[in-house]
């Protein structure tokens, strides 16, 4: 049964967003030299063309999980693909590969040209936020503050709840496929206070323009 306010798809991590294409199991231990996510990292290298891509826009992938099915031998190889050390929100390929090192599946909802991303950090979290819940339809924050801060190239960082959150909102810069090809963008998750919402939103580094939003809650 539901719970009786929500039931949320993904969960908040303390200070940091995590957004995975699958929920992320235990590592497989041979994730590296020949085993199969080197595999799994040749097949999309060569395949570039025929998941719809250019070979450079594989050459950063990360690992997001690598899981070895106990019944079948069969490791599922989940990686997310980034440009200039960001992640491309939304766009992983999952490759499976069979214990005799053969590749069974391979999805994929990767991007073409990621060469001809653009985009300018004019805003920091708080603005981002702010924008947010302006398209979002909510309150008006108060007292935004950063709880914390990270120095990576994401920029992940923690903002106070604002009045508008059940909980402390997590954003970070990551490039968001458009119609018009990428743009530097920040996502982040806001907990509606007065709605029954989970938010997930993404709004351009530079103009504050909410490009995505996703409602994790399942109102079934």
Known sequence: MSHPRRSRLIGLSAGLLALTFVPTPMLAADTEGDGPVAIARSYVADQAASLGVRAADVTDLRVASSYRSA?????????????????????????????????????????????????????????????AAGALGLDDPSGLQVIS?????????????????????????????TDD?????????????????????TVDAATGELLARDDWVDHD
């Open 71 to 131: 019944h079948t031998g069969v490791t599922h190889v989940n990686m997310n693909q980034r440009f200039d050390r960001l992640e491309v929100f939304g766009a992983y390929v999952t490759v499976n590969v069979t214990s005799d090192r053969e590749v069974l599946f391979a999805g994929d909802s990767l991007v073409k040209g990621l060469a001809d991303a653009s985009g300018v950090l004019r805003t920091d979290a708080t603005e981002a936020v702010e924008a």
């Open 181 to 201: 090809g990428l743009r530097l963008a920040w996502q982040l998750v806001i907990d509606a206070v007065s709605e029954d919402h989970l938010w997930n939103a």
């Open 149 to 177: 801060e990270s120095d990576g190239p994401a920029r992940r960082t923690v903002v106070s709840r604002g009045g508008i959150s059940d909980a402390p909102i997590p954003a970070r810069l990551g490039w968001q496929p």
